[in-house]
């Protein structure tokens, strides 16, 4: 386990308060998790191996979509190096508007194990609640990779699967987990 001491969880809102660093670091560890077999496998990727040069329109896009009402970036640091990430969203639309969605939910390969995981989805459940007046949130899991116990273990319960809706490779369909949080 990371000392809590160590650990720097901070949020992003806007895209201009991205800076460099941080976006690189965003793109390695993307790249790093989805080549490691990481459920973080964005549309727009082909199947893994994938490059750096293939993730960052991804994280592009994300941050371009940043806003404090609607989207966050929710970044975890160790001794100023990022350790994991997730983006929180919400729809705009009125009979939606009071629920939130997490993505990408992931932590650096190098870090794994060590709570970063959990600190960030601890984090995003007070700022989902009490920055952005969110009542729940949903996310969707792939299974096969036991998230769906890591979820729990953290409150989320799991209301329906999608059985082998995810193709991660010719021959291997894996369900996607669909959980929520109530705030």
């Known amino acids: 386990m990371i000392p809590p001491e160590a650990l720097r969880l901070a949020q992003i809102t806007r895209p ?9 670091q965003l793109i390695d560890c993307w790249t790093g998790v989805a080549n490691a077999g990481g459920a973080v496998i964005a549309r ?11 993730v960052a329109p991804a994280v592009d896009r994300l941050v371009d ?3 404090p009402q609607r989207g966050r970036l929710l970044v975890a640091t160790v001794e100023g190096t990022l350790a994991g990430w997730l983006v929180v969203r919400r729809e705009l639309h009125p009979l939606v508007a009071h629920c939130g969605e997490v993505n990408h939910v992931q932590t650096h390969t190098r870090c794994r194990g060590r709570g970063i995981g959990a600190a960030l989805l601890h984090r995003v459940r007070e700022v989902a609640r009490e920055e952005m007046g969110l009542e729940r949130l949903r996310l969707a899991a792939r299974g096969g990779l036991g998230l769906e116990e890591f979820y729990r273990k953290l409150g989320w319960v799991e209301i329906g699967r999608w059985p082998g809706a995810l193709r991660v490779a010719p021959g291997d369909d894996r369900d996607e987990i669909l959980m929520t949080l109530a705030l």
């Open 16 to 24: 201009q308060d991205l800076g460099p660093e941080l976006r690189r």
């Open 44 to 54: 727009e990727f082909p199947p893994p191996p994938v490059s750096v040069d293939q």
């Open 65 to 67: 979509g940043l806003d």
